[in-house]
C-alpha cells in the first residue's frame, strides 16, 4: 500500500517534510492532510465533504459516504483524526509526551474510528449473493441473535446488543445467505446513530434486497451513555422493532414472531 509513507504517527510539524513524495491525486491529498495549514492547505476530509455537497448528498454521522472516498483515502483520514484526536488529548491537559499510556493514543483512537467501529459510514455495503428461491419458500425465517456493536451518535458512546431478523419471503423473493444477514447488520450498525433510525435503515434496506412479503426486526441493547454517565443506571436497556408489510397487518404472524423469540 503506496499511502502509507504519508505521515508520521504523532502528529507534529515534520510532516512539512513530506513534499517531494509523488503526484498521484492519494498522495497529493494524504500530503496536504498531514500539513494541517500548509499553502495547499485543504484537510482531506474538506476534500471530501466538497465532493459531497457537489452532489447535495447528506453525510449525517448514520450515512455510508463511501463513493466520495477514494482508494488510499482513509489512510489519510486516519491521520487527520489522529492530528485532531490529539488536540483532544492536550486539551484535556494529558501529558502525552511522558505519559507511555496516552502516547499513540490519538492514533488508536483515530484508527479505531475509522477503520473499526464507525467504519460502516466509509466502506461500501458488503456484496450480498442472491439465490432464486427456488424451492419456493415463504414461511417465516427468523434470523438472530445477531450481536450488534454501535455508538450514539449524541455522546459517542458504545452501543450494545442483539437483533433479530424475521423475513416472510415471497415465493418471487430472492433469498440472501444467512451471514449476509450479520454483515449487512454490521455495516449499518458501524456508524454513530441512534438506535430507532439504525432498525428503520436495516429494515428499508433488506426490503429493498430481498422484496419480501414482510420484515420484522426486533433490537434489544445496552446504551452505554446511560450506564457510563448521564443516570448511570446500569440495567436500563432499549428495545426497538421494525414490522413491515405482512408482520404489520397480520397479527398472528407478528405474535409468532415475538414468541420466538423469547426461546432464545
Ligand atoms: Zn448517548
Not at 445496552?222 to 448511570?232: E, N, P, T
Amino acid at each position: 500500500m503506496p499511502t502509507k509513507k504519508i505521515a508520521s504517527k504523532t502528529p507534529s510539524k515534520k510532516s512539512t517534510s513530506l513534499k517531494p513524495i509523488k503526484k498521484t491525486a492519494i498522495k497529493t491529498v494524504a500530503k496536504k492532510v498531514a500539513t494541517k495549514k500548509s499553502d495547499a492547505g485543504t484537510p482531506l476530509s474538506v476534500v471530501i465533504r466538497r465532493r459531497i455537497e457537489a452532489q447535495k448528498a447528506r453525510f449525517h454521522a448514520n450515512d455510508n459516504i463511501s463513493k466520495f472516498i477514494q482508494p488510499g483515502e482513509l489512510e489519510g483520514l486516519v491521520d487527520e483524526v489522529a492530528e485532531k484526536m490529539q488536540a483532544v488529548l492536550e486539551s484535556l491537559v494529558i501529558d502525552t509526551e511522558s505519559d507511555h499510556n496516552t502516547k499513540n493514543t490519538s492514533q488508536r483512537v483515530a484508527k479505531m474510528f475509522v477503520k473499526e467501529v464507525f467504519n460502516g459510514r466509509y466502506i461500501e455495503q458488503p456484496t450480498l449473493t442472491k439465490f432464486p428461491n427456488v424451492s419456493r419458500l415463504n414461511e417465516l425465517m427468523i434470523i438472530g441473535p445477531i450481536t450488534v456493536r454501535s455508538a450514539c451518535s449524541h455522546h459517542l458512546c458504545p452501543i450494545m446488543g442483539r437483533i433479530w431478523i424475521g423475513v416472510l419471503p415471497s415465493k418471487e423473493s430472492a433469498l440472501i445467505g444467512l451471514s449476509k444477514y450479520s454483515r449487512l447488520t454490521e455495516w449499518v450498525m458501524c456508524r454513530p446513530q441512534i438506535q430507532e433510525e439504525a432498525v428503520v435503515e436495516l429494515a428499508d434496506m433488506l426490503e429493498k434486497k430481498i422484496k419480501p412479503i414482510g420484515v420484522a426486526i426486533v433490537m434489544d441493547a445496552d446504551h452505554f451513555c446511560m450506564q457510563w454517565r448521564g443516570v448511570k443506571d446500569r440495567d436500563s436497556k432499549m428495545v426497538n422493532s421494525v414490522m413491515r408489510g405482512a408482520f404489520l397487518k397480520d397479527s398472528n404472524l407478528r405474535r409468532e414472531f415475538l414468541s420466538l423469540l423469547d426461546k432464545r
